[in-house]
């Protein structure tokens, strides 16, 4: 008996809406990495890209607990010496919400060229309107 491998023409993918207003980061991003994995599917590969499309509005209005409003702080480093660079959340979540919500679902994708490949199902964007109506994605409740 062997192991039933489905291929890539049999996967089927669907497309998802996920309103992020008044949800917590970390755990919207949590659930939208797995929809994005295609873990909660019965046919799911760890080694093919299995999972669903997700749209994602109002990021603009996503929240954090405790405190990391005012001190969480993203840090980037250019390669050079004294290249460290960092914003906080409270600015950065002004001037591009979209970067914040990538940046913490990118976190829990594979780190290599599936994981880039995955990520690039995610469209996310701050307001209520999207260019995707033409997809007809299903309002998923998180």
């Given amino acids: 008996m062997k192991t039933y491998t ?13 309103d992020a207003q008044g949800k917590v980061l970390g755990r919207l991003a949590s659930k939208v990495a797995q929809i994005l994995l295609g873990k909660g599917k019965p046919k799911f590969t760890p080694h093919l890209d299995s999972g669903d499309y997700v749209v994602v509005i109002n990021c603009d209005k ?7 409003t005012r001190l969480k702080t993203y840090y980037h480093y250019t390669g ?39 990520l690039s199902k995610l469209f996310v964007y701050s307001g209520e ?3 995707h109506s033409a997809q007809k994605p299903v309002p998923l409740e998180l």
Avoid at 62 to 68: D, H
Avoid at 81 to 101: A, Q
């Fill in 129 to 131: 309107k999207h260019p």
């Fill in 62 to 68: 996503v929240m954090l607990t405790g405190k990391k």
């Fill in 6 to 18: 489905p291929k890539l023409n049999e996967i089927e993918k669907k497309w998802y809406l996920v």
């Fill in 80 to 118: 050079y010496p004294g290249g460290l660079k960092k914003e906080e959340f409270s600015k950065l979540i002004k001037e591009k919400p979209e970067k914040v919500f990538i940046h913490s679902v990118k976190g829990m994708l594979p780190h290599n060229r599936l994981g880039d490949k995955i």
